[in-house]
């Protein structure tokens, strides 16, 4: 299984853009990175997922470089609601299945004015 | 509406007692699962189920028991068996097709206290 690193906490300020890395050295050929977010006594949502290159949506992209080695959230002009903990997972969920996806304790994004 | 639904939202039981957590999803996913979250750490996954009348041991399985009678709905009972069982109780399914089939869909989770 893939082991990942992130940051354990990060601070920024509204409107700034965040880049949040994660590191993944053993990542298999069959894996996909995927970021949830969560928000204090609630469940973690989906918020991007990629394979290669850079994948975009309507509230964050996905950078990975060609060796996939590493991977990096970015959060656009990021608002107070954006306060959360972003967890990295990378697996292959299509043949081992979510549970084989682990969630560490993830990086602790704090927004301020 | 589509979603996943827990009840009740905080959950107080007496040390000793077996507790029910609820899990129901109507989004027709194949696979559901348990998590357990304790403060400022991540999610341990406790059971998964694949499918109907079938389900798998996670890794901290211990104390816990499921059943998966219908597709919609996957029940997990903290037993008096379970140390320490005050904790954050997530579920969560998966299935689909096309780019959902890639995504865990978690419900707002339900908050156990155990004195």
């Known amino acids: 299984l893939a082991k990942t690193t992130q940051p354990i906490s990060m601070d920024s300020y509204e409107g700034q853009e965040v880049n949040i890395t994660c590191s993944h050295n053993n990542i298999a050929t069959n894996d996909y990175i995927t970021w949830y977010q969560q928000f204090p006594s609630q469940g973690p949502r989906f918020i991007i997922q990629g394979y290669k290159t850079k994948v975009t949506n309507e509230v964050a992209s996905l950078f990975i470089p060609a060796d996939r080695k590493s991977s990096t959230l970015s959060l656009p002009r990021v608002s107070l609601s954006d306060t959360a903990v972003y967890y990295c997972l990378v697996g292959d969920f299509m043949n081992t299945g979510f549970q084989k996806l682990v969630f560490g304790t993830g990086t602790r994004l704090l927004v301020s004015p | 509406d589509g979603g996943i639904t827990q009840s009740p939202k905080y959950l107080f039981r007496k040390e000793g007692q077996n507790v029910t957590l609820s899990c129901e999803q109507n989004l027709n996913h194949d696979a559901m699962y348990w998590y357990r979250q304790d403060p400022g750490q991540g999610l341990r996954l406790i059971y998964y189920s694949q499918i109907v009348n079938d389900f798998q041991k996670g890794d901290i399985a211990e104390g816990y028991s499921v059943s998966r009678e219908k597709k919609e709905s996957f029940p997990l009972t903290v037993t008096s068996a379970q140390k320490n069982p005050t904790a954050f109780y997530l579920c969560?399914?998966?299935?689909?097709?096309?780019?959902?089939?890639?995504?865990?869909?978690f419900g707002p989770g339900t908050r156990l206290t155990v004195t």
């Open positions: 969560a399914s998966s299935g689909g097709s096309g780019t959902s089939r890639r995504k865990q869909y």
